[in-house]
């Protein structure tokens, strides 16, 4: 009895290893099954994009190209606001075409600038306020983010004030009107951006390129002479009283540091391929884009010192009243109807209000993206896309102008 007793202690024994042994060896088929399933998924994802940013590629050149085209015309409407427009108009009566080579180099170091930001937000996937809020300790945050956001309010006083002062030209509304109506119309094209990052950029670009159009329809009825305009271009000069100061002031009012943040963020609207190839041909693309941009946005930088230069340096105005030596935004506007007609003065005020209001919107927006990523973010890791107060802040203080009162 005991001997029939162990010996079928023996076998349930020998039957419960030989269990745990097929469980064993069924949890090892489970795992490699299940490694395996996780790696076909993986390869299936990566062959997925590569699939996807293998269409990307395929397409003709110009249709890649632009698929591209956008940013970099919303970001150099930055260079074309009121402030730059003064700063042009003081320098092409002081100085006449002399100058015209600060713009250039000037110019050419935006877009270095600008491409690199583009960069940024290309290799990396995130824009600069996001790289600043994670890389940054928290004090060094809040001080980079005050800095940004007081930058960017000082950059929306001139487009309030211009955008004011051309509807009291064209249409001869009050200047606090004309701050209500600049504020309202800004929150109703940052609602655009409900429908894509491209419906704003495409708005944008028609506003430069009929600013543009503004311009030379007024330099082609002054004539400068084009050798001139080219020495002016190509060979450094600072001759004159003030040379130094108005070569200065031309350089300065191209440092616009919140275009580096919307410049690499408007990047990531665009599909770019996680592969090597798509990434170079994105950057590729975003700088060929930048710099046209750029580019027209140096021709009418150049036209507006060389209609100035021009008018004054032929001594065209009428009066004292209208003399080059008290030339600005307001008093060129009288200058350009008595000299050249009533229309050409209605043209400079739609050029000035095409430049007013598309700057506002630009400076806005990038306060956006800086408040998002500077505050928000720090708050709370959820955060909710909300429109800037940085028009608000804008409006109070160009209503509070001495040019208002």
Partial sequence: MEEGRSVRRDEEQQHGMGSGRVAAIFREIETEADAATATAASSSGQRADADAGLQLQQGPMWKRFLAHVGPGFLVSMAYLDPSNLQTDLQAGYSHRYELLWVLLFGFIFVLIIQSLAAKLGIITGRHLAELCTSEYPKYVKYCLWFLAELGVIAATIPGVLGTALAYNMLLHIPFWAGVLICGASTVLLLGLQGYGARKMEFTIAVAMLFMASCFFIELSHVNPPIKEQLEGLFIPRLKGRYAVSDAVALFSVLVVPHNLFLHSSLVLSRKIPSCSKGVKDASTFFLVENALALFLALLVNVAVVSLSGTICANNLSLDDNNRCSSLSLNS?????????????????????????????????????????????????????????????????????SPEIQ
């Avoid at 005020?349 to 505050?375: D, E, F, K, N, P």
């Avoid at 800037?388 to 804008?394: F, K, N, R, V, Y």
């Fill in 332 to 400: 060129a506007a009288v200058l350009f109807k008595n000299v050249l007609g009533k229309s050409r003065s209605t043209v400079y005020g739609l050029a000035l209000l095409a430049s007013g209001q598309s700057c506002t919107v630009v400076t806005t927006y990038s306060g956006q993206y800086i408040m998002q990523h500077w505050w928000c973010f720090t708050r709370s890791s959820t955060y909710q896309h909300s429109c800037d107060h940085t028009i608000l802040c804008a409006a109070i203080c160009a209503c509070s």
